[in-house]
T-cell receptor
Framework: DAKTTQPNSMESNEEEPVHLPCNHS???????IHWYRQLPSQGPEYVIH???SNVNNRMASLAIAEDRKSSTLILHRATLRDAAVYYC??????????FGQGTRLTINP | EPEVTQTPSHQVTQMGQEVILRCVPI?????FYWYRQILGQKVEFLVS????????KSEIFDDQFSVERPDGSNFTLKIRSTKLEDSAMYFC?????????????FGQGTRLTVV
């Protein structure tokens, strides 16, 4: 399974943008970059995914580097409800998602 | 919005007892998964299931574990003889398809406590 590297923790302020980085230098051509998050005491929740181009949805934006070796999840205006562990995961033909330790995001009011 | 439903939300069982954790995946999904998360640790893959058979399993998923899709809606995880170390949150997930472009939807989990 291709590996990703994320900071253990990050902190931001409410209503400010948050940029969560992820490095995946061994990504293969068929790997999609997925982001999930896990709010306290809940199951993982899908956030966004992409292959090569930047992606936007109602929850977040995903910026993918041109060489695809890194990506950034962008929360445009963080709220207290966005405090969670965020996981960057590479998914190709393998059926399973492999979770790492993720980034624990703290939002200050 | 469709969701994955898990029951019960919390189960307490005695060591050595059998437990069955139940999941109702999203109705048009074809791939089903079980994951577990021991308190304070990362989410770990247990097993994936497609077309009424196991498609992949981890080292954790030994002979004490089994999965079944007994009817068109339920997906169950059975632990035959529970151990203290089986205490964890168990998450069920489902996907429409297995390809990398497909997202997985997770249930809220069952907290299993073995005493």
């Amino acid at each position: 399974d291709a590996k990703t590297t994320q900071p253990n923790s990050m902190e931001s302020n409410e209503e400010e943008p948050v940029h969560l980085p992820c490095n995946h230098s061994t990504i293969s051509g068929t790997d999609y970059i997925h982001w999930y998050r896990q709010l306290p005491s809940q199951g993982p929740e899908y956030v966004i995914h992409g292959l090569t181009s930047n992606v936007n949805n109602r929850m977040a934006s995903l910026a993918i580097a041109e060489d695809r070796k890194s990506s950034t999840l962008i929360l445009h205006r963080a709220t207290l409800r966005d405090a969670a562990v965020y996981y960057c995961i590479l998914r190709s033909r393998a059926q399973k998602l492999v979770f790492g330790q993720g980034t624990r995001l703290t939002i200050n009011p | 919005e469709p969701e994955v439903t898990q029951t019960p939300s919390h189960q307490v069982t005695q060591m050595g007892q059998e437990v069955i954790l139940r999941c109702v995946p999203i109705s048009n999904h074809l791939y089903f998964y079980w994951y577990r998360q021991i308190l304070g640790q990362k989410v770990e893959f247990l097993v994936s299931f497609y077309n009424n058979e196991i498609s992949e399993k981890s080292e954790i998923f030994d002979d004490q574990f089994s999965v079944e899709r007994p009817d068109g809606s339920n997906f169950t995880l059975k632990i035959r003889s529970t151990k203290l170390e089986d205490s964890a949150m168990y998450f069920c997930a489902s996907s429409v398809w297995f390809r990398g472009s497909t997202e997985a939807f997770f249930g809220q989990g069952t907290r299993l406590t073995v005493v």
